[in-house]
């Protein structure tokens, strides 16, 4: 039973498409996190929700919007995609406890 | 100034050696210091934990904290071809972690 699962794992699409990508994890954490990740491994946070409310949002363009119906879900939509949203976008979850990360496969966006 | 800084790597090292992997941050209240491990095309995963300073053993692996210097390390013992991936320090601080950049090791038979 996979703790945090994202869809697609693969996303290759053009610009200025919009796009979904979905989330949800069965370890009965609060938190849920989107990250994005670059070529070059860095880990930066996008935003955190806490019991579908959103708490972190890290000035990401409002291109971006999270929605989480529940605690247990939370998905990415992008719209109007750019060339430099090409990257692996990972989700998270947290017990909350020294708020260790529990992270999804990760989805990985090929922006042409 | 970034709150938290890893020596970039990449790493390569042959089967066997000690690795050392380090990282510095810049705020002195911080008490958990994270190390996550992530193989290729797969999600990090948590790998071990400190508080406060000291050291911690886990097997082969060894989490290392100096507060007075603000400077975390990551030891492996006697590397494995298995331990080959991108490690990351994390900060954990007002409800998000901080990630380090990452140093990709290399563990060569």
């Known amino acids: 039973d996979t703790a945090v699962s994202q869809t697609p794992k693969y996303l290759v699409t053009q610009m200025g498409n919009d796009k979904s990508i979905k989330c949800e994890q069965n370890l009965g954490h609060d938190t849920m996190y989107w990250y994005k990740q670059d070529s070059k491994k860095f880990l930066k946070i996008m935003f955190s929700?806490?019991?579908?409310?959103?708490?972190i949002n890290e000035t990401v363009p409002n291109r971006f919007s999270p929605k989480s119906p529940d605690k247990a879900h939370l998905n990415l939509h992008i719209n109007s995609l750019e060339l430099g949203d090409s990257a692996v976008y990972f989700c998270?979850?947290?017990?909350?406890?020294?708020?260790?990360?529990?992270f999804g496969a990760g989805t990985r966006l090929s922006v042409l | 100034q970034k709150e938290v800084e890893q020596d970039p790597g990449p790493l390569s090292v042959p089967e066997g050696a000690i690795v050392s992997l380090n990282c510095t941050y810049s705020?002195?209240?911080?008490?958990?210091f994270m190390w996550y491990r992530q193989y290729s095309r797969k999600g990090p995963e948590l790998l071990m934990y400190t508080y406060s300073s000291g050291n911690k053993e886990d097997g082969r692996f060894t989490a290392q904290v100096d507060k007075s210097s603000k400077y975390i390390s990551l030891f492996i013992r006697d590397s494995q071809p298995s331990d080959s991936a991108t490690y990351l320090c994390a900060i954990p601080s007002g409800g998000k972690s901080t990630f380090g950049d990452g140093t990709t090791l290399t563990v060569k038979p």
């Open positions: 705020n002195s209240a911080f008490q958990y």
């Open positions: 929700y806490n019991n579908k409310e959103l708490i």
């Open positions: 998270a979850s947290s017990p909350g406890q020294k708020n260790i990360q529990y």
